[in-house]
């Protein structure tokens, strides 16, 4: 996981299976059920938080789960996801990391909400136990208030614990802070500045701030105090533009006016570097294709513009210092001027990968050539070759031998999994999930 920071973090808020936005965090303001559509969207942009609302005020099964457990796992791969909403034990934490949460946000459960006073702020056990097993980078606290008190149990009660005091004590168990005022939530008329201000003097760690954000101005208010926005209701009704949040927050003064952009693909694998001033960065979200500004030709030069060999955007996201970008792009050939695959080799073609036979292998399916043997295998046939090639694996004997049959075998299960409908992306996921619940 890349640690880059997210001027503006997009909210997604589940409630009876859909997307929601409440007001004050009780009133059903709107509803929406295109969930798949606004993470694509939103990631463009920054991380997308993920809140389980049914489960932040307790509406569980058995289980622990809600009615919306299954889209949530469906969105957990498909961005860069932070999730909350009910997470009050170690064991939920991690399976939300499992199943593809970067990180996690901790309510009610990290607060000993019971406290009188003498007692401690925060439920300790829990935290600790929670920092050995996914580690402070991945935990997010949030310090919501109401009237200047923590809140707490989905925002309907208020703990004996103020905002300050309860803050200062959090930041020694989380990488970040989530603050919402409450009584701001949804009201689209500007959060509280002074409380924001007064939070972020208070303590040293990243502060995320929520609640009534409703203009980029008031965006880049927050920026400057040095907070990032978490934002819902302006997003959904047209108040504030992602896009236009994204360009705003970059240091412009300190690039004077050309920002440098490092172009990797889905692979991470670095391709090129070029320069973008804000309307190069317009046109890129505008056509989706990566669009810079030539230093040499004084013009917007959208890559790809005479090769044809475009950079299709996936998402883009600021280092720390606001004044470097780094964009995942999809390249449609190679990106060097000399007609290598990255300006940083001289190899003309992509590195050869799973990904890339897989790609080819659904070419083959799609635009069948005269002679194509992949063409020719069905969904027998296949898993006869897997069976027969994996056989002929383990029997191998010497390196190159090994090398030679694993090649074999690895080509029929793309096919299969192809045929199946199953991405490597799929598998890797799998592979990872295993790992992190270990």
């Not at 080819?360 to 799609?366: G, L, V, Y």
């Amino acid at each position: 996981m890349i640690n880059l920071i997210n001027m503006v973090i997009s909210s997604i808020d589940l409630k009876d299976g859909h997307v929601v936005q409440l007001k004050n965090g009780k009133d059903l303001v709107l509803q929406r059920n295109d969930a798949d559509a606004l993470i694509e969207q939103f990631n463009r942009y920054g991380e997308v938080a993920i809140i389980d609302l049914d489960a932040a005020m307790g509406h569980t099964d058995e289980k622990g789960g809600t009615k919306n457990t299954e889209l949530l796992k469906s969105l957990l791969r498909k961005g860069n996801v932070r999730v909350g909403g009910g997470i009050r034990d170690v064991k939920k934490a991690k399976k939300l990391i499992s199943l593809g949460a970067e990180k996690v946000i901790i309510g009610s459960a990290a607060w000993n909400t019971n406290r009188k006073d003498g007692d401690p702020i925060l439920n300790t056990p829990f935290l600790e136990e929670l920092e050995k097993a996914i580690g402070r980078q991945r935990i997010i606290i949030s310090v919501d208030s109401i009237n200047g008190m923590i809140a707490v149990k989905g925002w309907t009660e208020t703990a004996n614990i103020s905002l300050i005091e309860g803050a200062k004590a959090a930041e020694a168990y989380a990488s970040e802070l989530l603050f919402t005022c409450v009584e701001k939530e949804g009201c689209m008329n500007g959060t509280d500045l002074a409380m924001v201000r007064e939070l972020r003097n208070s303590v040293h760690c990243r502060v995320v701030a929520a609640g009534g954000v409703s203009t980029t101005e008031e965006i880049n208010q927050l920026e400057n105090m040095g907070c990032d926005v978490q934002l819902g209701m302006a997003l959904y009704t047209g108040a504030v533009k992602l896009p236009e949040c994204f360009i705003s927050c970059l240091n412009w003064d300190k690039t004077k006016g050309l920002v440098p952009v490092i172009a990797q693909s889905p692979e991470h694998e670095v391709l090129m570097m070029g320069f973008v001033n804000q309307d190069a960065l317009r046109m890129t979200f505008d056509t989706g294709k990566l669009t810079f500004y030539s230093r040499t030709k004084n013009r917007l030069w959208t890559k790809g513009e005479t090769s044809g060999h475009y950079l299709q955007l996936v998402s883009v996201r600021a280092d720390c210092d606001r004044d470097t970008i780094l964009a995942t792009v999809i390249p449609s050939g190679g990106v060097c001027h000399t007609g290598s695959w990255t300006c940083f080799s001289s190899d003309p073609d992509a590195r050869s990968s799973m990904e890339r036979l897989y790609a080819t292998i659904s070419d083959r399916f799609a635009n069948p050539k005269p002679g194509s043997y992949t063409a020719t295998l069905n969904d027998k046939r296949v898993r006869e070759k897997v069976m027969e090639e994996a056989e002929e694996l383990t029997e191998a004997e010497g390196k190159d031998e090994v090398i030679w049959e694993a090649a074999d075998v690895l080509y029929f299960i793309s096919v299969l999994m192809y045929k199946e409908g199953v991405t490597w992306k799929d598998v890797y996921d799998e592979l990872d999930r295993r790992h992190k619940e270990k």
